[in-house]
């Protein structure tokens, strides 16, 4: 069992950075894929970006391509997302996911454990 818990959301202004984070529970960080993602009032939740265990690949939105970042710290149990650019649409709550097994993938139902998100606010 993995839990994960986000930080970093916020009220910014557009143009402005934030910079997310997912700390996890458990001693094989390298062994589970990282994803983010977001779901905006009244949609879907969407892909945003992910990143395989040993961070040698990773896949972005095309929305955010360009503009976001993700990383990991494996010995620190903790996976980054770093939004730049950021525009009123990019508003939405925020949630790291951790699948079972290294490989990255945009498929949201492969992912296995997920935190409780965090708002993300882009005033324009």
């Known amino acids: 069992q993995v839990q994960l818990v986000e930080s970093g959301g916020g009220l910014v202004q557009a143009g402005g950075s934030l910079r997310l984070s997912c700390a996890a529970s458990g001693r094989t960080f390298n062994n589970y894929a990282m994803g983010w993602f977001r779901q905006a009032p009244g949609k879907e939740r969407e892909f945003v970006a992910t990143?395989?265990?040993?961070?040698?690949?990773?896949y972005y939105a095309h929305s955010v391509k360009g503009r976001f970042t993700i990383s990991r710290d494996n010995a620190k149990n903790t996976a980054y997302l770093q939004m730049n650019s950021l525009k009123p649409e990019d508003t939405a709550v925020y949630y790291c996911a951790a699948r079972n097994g290294p490989f990255a993938t945009i498929t949201l139902s492969a992912y296995n454990y997920w935190g409780q998100g965090t708002q993300v606010t882009v005033s324009s």
């Open positions: 990143i395989s265990g040993n961070s040698g690949t990773t």
